[in-house]
């Protein structure tokens, strides 16, 4: 789960995580405001809407969970509070692939782990990686008095590998 308000519509990368090839290396970004999931092989999901209002922070969250045995509850992304349900293309992960993320490789935000590229131009905000439960909206965020999307403290636990990054100070 994290904020993210890009500056233009370079493709960019939000996570990234393994350095292998094939399904062992995992990235999530924006290409031209599309929001695209894929390995180093295989292109995931892309989603048919895009987000390209550089004035606006879009909380983003992504749920993966290959050990689900119903295919499409896998891979879950939210947009501020919004399951997204429309994807233009993709392929989804067959059951318990393991994606390269959470392994002892390299993980990183703002750019490809497997190739130092794709660098993020935006800003990123209240960043939580939960290890272990796929969450939900409502644990990072709430609807606000005028219909806004807006954050919330996450409360409960990170997990082994989990983290939390909020980025403040600039």
């Known amino acids: 789960s994290g904020w993210v308000k890009g500056a233009d ?9 393994g350095t292998g090839s094939g399904n062992n290396s995992f990235n999530f970004r924006i290409d031209a405001g599309i929001i695209t999931l894929n390995t180093a092989s295989t292109g995931l999901r892309n989603t048919t809407a895009k987000f390209r209002d550089f004035s606006a922070w879009y909380h983003i969250l992504l749920a993966v969970d290959t050990t689900q045995s119903t295919d ?17 293309s993709g392929t989804i992960p067959s059951q318990n692939t393991d994606l390269g993320v959470n392994r002892a490789e390299l993980h990183t935000l703002g750019r490809r782990a497997n190739s130092a590229d794709r660098y993020l131009n935006g800003y990123l905000g209240e960043v ?10 409502a644990d990072f965020g709430e609807t606000g008095d005028y219909g806004e ?7 409960g636990s990170y997990g ?11």
């Open 128 to 137: 939580n990686f939960i290890d272990g439960v796929a969450k939900v909206p």
């Open 149 to 155: 999307w807006k954050p919330i403290e996450y409360s």
């Open 72 to 88: 499409t509850n896998r891979l879950k992304l939210y947009i501020n509070g919004s399951q997204v349900t429309d994807f233009a």
């Open 160 to 170: 082994t590998n989990g983290f939390y990054l909020n980025f403040a100070g600039g």
């Open 9 to 17: 519509a370079s493709l960019q990368t939000l996570f990234s995580g």
